[in-house]
């Protein structure tokens, strides 16, 4: 079975600071990971996804994932946030080969960015 | 941009009572799911659907839960008789040809007396 453990409950961040936010999981099968983020009164969206290739995934607003498997982690990153990046971030993984489409979700990560 | 729609936006039943979530998925997507998040838990699988039957189902989905796609645009999830416990946002999401894009919808708010 697969599990995703979100070890920061809340980021506050200065805005244009750098910031990390990170997921682990575990799973005795190949997966595949992805972040969401949902921003308030809206639903998740999906933000970047690992399904297979190179280890390091962007997303179209300056977000960035690397999947590492010798430690289990796919850590987001943003070199530079904004006011507009606060919102809660959501890790998932799925199994590689999963047909169905379930998502295990962490905790949530909420992402706080202060002028 | 085409988008999950979900209602009502908020719902308040009694405990016992029978309540029905909408959901219509975005145009031509074929596989369906719903997911729940208790207050300060966790996103929650519930079912995933596709080809007009469930394909998987979570501990949680037992026979108080049931899904329909009544008329090839909407989506719903119905518990026959609401507990305390599943007070939680319901959400819904879509995806197409590949299952790993799923579009989800803003949520139900569900809040059972």
């Known amino acids: 079975a697969q599990s995703v453990t979100q070890l920061d409950s809340q980021v506050p961040v200065f805005e ?4 990390e936010l990170r997921c682990n999981y575990s799973s005795s099968v ?8 949902q921003y308030p009164n809206q639903g998740l969206q999906l933000l970047l996804k690992y ?25 987001l ?3 530079s946030v904004h006011i507009s990046d606060t919102a809660e971030y959501f890790c998932a993984v799925s199994a590689g080969s999963s047909n169905t489409g379930k998502l295990i979700f962490g905790q949530g990560t909420t992402l706080q960015v202060k002028p | 941009e085409p988008e999950v729609t979900q209602t009502p936006s908020h719902q ?13 998925p975005i145009s031509n997507h074929l596989y369906f799911y719903w997911y729940r998040q208790i207050l ?6 519930l079912v995933s659907f596709y080809n007009n039957e469930i394909s998987e189902k979570s501990e949680i ?23 305390l416990e599943d007070s939680a946002m319901y959400f819904c999401a879509s995806s197409g ?8 919808g803003p949520g139900t708010r569900l809040l059972v007396l």
């Not at chain 1, 244009?16 to 910031?19: C, T």
């Not at chain 1, 399904?51 to 850590?75: P, Y």
């Not at chain 2, 040809?97 to 989800?104: E, N, P």
């Open chain 1, 16 to 19: 244009e600071a750098p910031v």
């Open chain 1, 30 to 37: 190949s997966v595949y990971l992805f972040w969401y983020v």
């Open chain 1, 51 to 75: 399904l297979s290739g190179s280890t390091l995934v962007e997303s179209i607003n300056g977000f960035e994932a690397e999947f590492n498997k010798s430690q289990t982690s796919f850590h």
């Open chain 1, 77 to 79: 990153r943003k070199p």
């Open chain 2, 12 to 24: 308040v039943t009694q405990m016992g009572q029978e309540v029905i979530l909408r959901c219509v």
């Open chain 2, 40 to 45: 300060g838990q966790k996103v929650e699988f």
């Open chain 2, 61 to 83: 989905f037992d026979d108080q839960f049931s899904v329909e796609r009544p008329d090839g645009s909407n989506f719903t999830l119905k518990i026959r008789s609401t507990k």
């Open chain 2, 97 to 104: 040809g590949v299952w790993w894009t799923q579009y989800f």
